[in-house]
């Protein structure tokens, strides 16, 4: 039996993102009412999937935004350019975020009352925060893919150490989903052991640590060195798990993107120590050694910078009149 028969849209379908998440989605039997939308015909995808087998489903195509968004519960979308080589994510800033404008208005137009958006096009954290702020959804109804930097510290350690990927616990990255993002390893344990207390020793060099931050840190560009195109299936399997976890079903297990406005870090998108659940996402600021916080000080930094551009490019007004567009933030 499905979680919910609330109405799924899978923005970017016809994409290699999007259609590993409608598989996964239907894999995972999350709804009986999953949508398939793109500028691009995606119909083709919805055939195949059809012909998968998947019983107790309707799977539907369009590339309208009235038919997919009306009556929609859940979305998630990848449906930005994607990134290629010798790009950075910021790179895809003013295109991917004026198609974000275009999504957070259909949704106050078809959708308002939407449950939960989550958004994975790249650069993730600014393409989320322009969503919320032209949805007028509320800011714990809107999150961002940022789990793959945890994932990849964790996959990292793992070969390093030669243990399964569950006993490396306590990984996390905070702040952008990039390469200023903050890798915190100062709460990780392997199979039990401080990671702290190996850090320095013959069988873990400082400089080794060092390296293997750098390289997490430029872990999509290393994925399109080795594939020769962008990830697709683990951000796809990482943002179906996300709205899993908002649909009632297992937990997330990694940091989400989400909407931050506090006494330190203001108006801004990142990843921070978030639950995820029917609620949506609550966060606490992350706290690790002094290095690294000022390490996820920086990444706001660079954060609100790239923000600073999307004003400047008139994407979005000045932040003190962001509420006259959406009255939650």
């Known amino acids: 039996m499905a979680l919910t028969n609330d109405k799924l849209v899978i923005v970017g379908a016809a994409g290699m993102i999007g259609s590993n998440m409608v598989q996964t989605a239907l894999t995972m039997g999350l709804t009986s009412n999953i949508c398939l939308y793109d500028v691009f015909s995606p119909e083709g995808v919805a055939e195949e999937m059809r012909q998968s087998g998947f019983n107790d489903v309707t799977i539907t195509a369009t590339t309208d935004p009235k038919e997919a968004f009306t009556g929609a519960k859940y979305i998630i979308s990848s449906g930005g350019a994607p990134r290629k080589a010798g790009m950075t994510r ?41 969503t919320l702020l032209y949805s007028g959804l509320k800011p714990n109804q809107v999150t961002t893919l940022a789990a793959l930097d945890t994932t990849r510290l964790q996959s990292a350690l793992a070969k390093k150490f030669n243990v399964l990927r569950n006993e490396i616990t306590g990984c996390a990255t905070y702040g952008g989903h990039g390469e200023q993002m903050a890798v915190f390893g100062s709460h990780v344990e392997i199979a ?123 994407i979005v007004p000045p932040i003190s009149e962001w509420n006259k567009i959406n009255p939650n933030l």
């Open 90 to 130: 910021e790179d895809l800033l003013k295109g991917n975020c004026e198609i974000a404008e275009g999504l957070g208005k259909d949704i106050k137009t078809y959708c308002p009352d939407v449950k939960h958006v989550i958004i994975i096009f790249n650069p993730a954290d600014l393409t989320g925060l322009v």
């Open 192 to 314: 039990g052991r401080k990671l702290t207390d190996i850090i320095g020793t013959d069988e873990f060099p400082a400089e080794e640590w060092e390296q293997m931050k750098t390289d997490v840190t430029k872990g999509g560009a290393k994925i399109i060195e080795l594939r020769g195109r962008s990830s697709f299936q683990s951000p796809a399997q990482m943002s179906v798990e996300m709205i899993r976890s908002v649909m009632g079903g297992e937990k997330f297990r990694f940091p989400v993107g989400t909407y931050v406005s506090n006494d330190k870090y203001n108006h801004i998108m990142m990843a921070m120590d978030t639950v995820l659940d029917e609620n949506g996402a609550t966060y606490k600021v992350p706290q690790g050694t002094p290095e690294e916080n000022a390490k996820l000080d920086a990444s706001y930094e660079h954060l609100c910078h790239m923000r600073d551009e999307l004003v400047d490019l008139g």
